[in-house]
């Protein structure tokens, strides 16, 4: 009897945790490219997959993003605020499917940006 009712909450605890959602993580993401990519499965706490855009309100500035798990209350909200005098808005949109948040960028091992940034560099200098 010990066995079924083992069996049985294994059972159980797989079932409630293959209902969570797995979503899209990107910690910093520039210009539509994520720097670091990967995916979450996220908590009962974080329910929601989100993506998030940082836009400065000066033309020209840069645009950030970010993806990951977000609670309920803060999802579909616009924030504005100032930094350094520049003005700024955030976007916070959420959805409720399997990696509905978009897909993962490539990724650039550390060494190639690196090397790209350098080459870019030398080609300035050489002018």
Do not use: H
Request: net charge positive; proline share 2%; with cysteine.
């Amino acid at each position: 009897m010990n066995k079924f009712l083992c069996l049985c909450v294994a059972l159980g605890a797989m079932f409630a945790a293959g209902e969570s959602l797995v979503c899209n993580t990107c910690k910093v993401g520039i210009a539509g490219t994520c720097l670091f990519s990967s995916t979450v499965t996220c908590t009962d706490s974080e329910p929601n997959c989100y993506r998030g855009n940082l836009a400065f309100n000066v033309s020209g500035l840069l645009s950030l993003q970010t993806r990951g798990c977000l609670d309920t209350t803060s999802c579909n909200k616009t924030q504005t605020g100032t930094l350094l005098t520049a003005g700024y808005t955030v976007t916070k949109t959420c959805c409720s499917t399997d990696r509905c948040n978009g897909a993962t960028s490539i990724q650039l091992p550390l060494t190639a940006a690196v090397g790209a940034a350098l080459l870019a560099m030398w080609s300035t200098w050489a002018y």
